[in-house]
């Protein structure tokens, strides 16, 4: 088994490696740099070098030989150790040791294990496919020259004021026109009709005002607007008529039921007629004049909003 390949393999994902009882290789990571003497560019690369005093067993080495070669734990231990006892040995004997792609051990003259790295050797996965290159610092370029070109170019041409002044001639009245016609007709008039604000009223909210029976006169709210009210005749001296405070119109009677319900729930005493439309009419009161008729549905509509008045002549 290889064990100086399995060493490289680990070196490429982890920065320390260590081979137990003989040291570690660590791996010191440099950014891209420059020379600028030469001009050389160079990518970010992770060297190697070696540490005598990290000899204790991490578990990496050993675990990874044992996972290759699919034997237990103790027995890649063993190869381990006699791997190191022949590395001692040899170098002992003042042999050179070389690590392919890594670098050389020898003994100095301490008697001191020395490591000498390969150069050119990288270890950073990011910088793979990359290799260094020469490019010369560009001579004899002034900038100076690239400025003064610039400003000796010719000035851009402007559009004379008497061009501007026909553009404007022309686009000012267009414009105008465009404005103008819309206020002037009834393009952006709305012709949605005007209903009670009532969530009982709003979806079925009388369609058609005329449809009132001709008994029934309706005394219009100053803040609410009715198509072609009936002239309402001069009282007499004596004020006999009622005064019907109506709070919403249903086409459906079991909505004005639920009406009926929610009004007697607030303490009024409501009745229902129905408008020769079909439509039945909920009443929540009635008043013998005007002006309390008036203070009535002012109240009213504050729970009830587009209550309205109805006159009616006593039965």
């Not at 003064?148 to 026109?177: E, F, G, T």
């Not at 009834?186 to 209903?195: A, N």
């Amino acid at each position: 088994m290889d064990i100086k390949a399995i060493i490289r393999e680990l070196l490429f994902a982890h920065d320390c490696v260590i081979l137990p009882g003989f040291g570690g290789f660590i791996g010191n990571f440099l950014p891209a740099r420059i020379d600028n003497s030469t001009g050389t560019f160079f990518p970010p690369v992770k060297q190697i070098s070696f540490n005598r005093i990290l000899n204790h067993n991490d578990g990496l080495l050993i675990s990874k030989i044992s996972q290759l070669s699919g034997i237990n734990y103790g027995d890649a231990r063993n190869i381990v150790d006699d791997f190191v006892k022949v590395l001692t040995g040899r170098l002992a004997r003042g042999e050179k040791i070389v690590f392919d792609h890594l670098g050389t051990f020898k003994n100095n003259s301490e008697n001191n294990v020395q490591f000498e790295p390969e150069p050119n050797i990288n270890y950073f996965r990011g910088s793979y496919g990359l290799e260094s290159f020469q490019c010369p610092p560009l001579k004899e370029y002034d900038v100076r020259k690239r400025v003064l070109r610039h400003i000796d170019r010719d000035p851009l041409k402007h559009s004379s004021a008497r061009r501007n002044l026909w553009r404007a001639a022309v686009v000012i009245p267009i414009l105008a026109l465009l404005i103008a016609v819309p206020l002037k007709t009834d393009l952006f008039k709305t012709r949605v009709e005007v209903t009670s604000l009532n969530p009982l009223v709003t979806a079925e909210f009388e369609n058609n005002k005329k449809a009132v029976d001709e008994a029934v006169v309706i005394i219009p709210d100053s803040n609410r607007i009715t198509l072609n009210p009936e002239p309402v005749q001069a009282p007499p001296t004596v004020d006999v008529n009622q005064y019907c405070i109506i709070t919403g119109s249903f086409k459906s009677e079991q909505n004005a039921l639920s009406h009926v319900n929610s009004l007697k729930a607030d303490g009024f005493n409501p009745e229902i007629s129905q408008a020769s439309n079909g439509f039945f009419r909920v009443t929540a009161m009635t008043c013998s004049d005007m002006e309390t008729a008036l203070a009535t549905r002012d109240s009213i509509s504050k729970k009830f909003p587009g209550s309205w008045i109805s006159k009616r002549k006593p039965i």
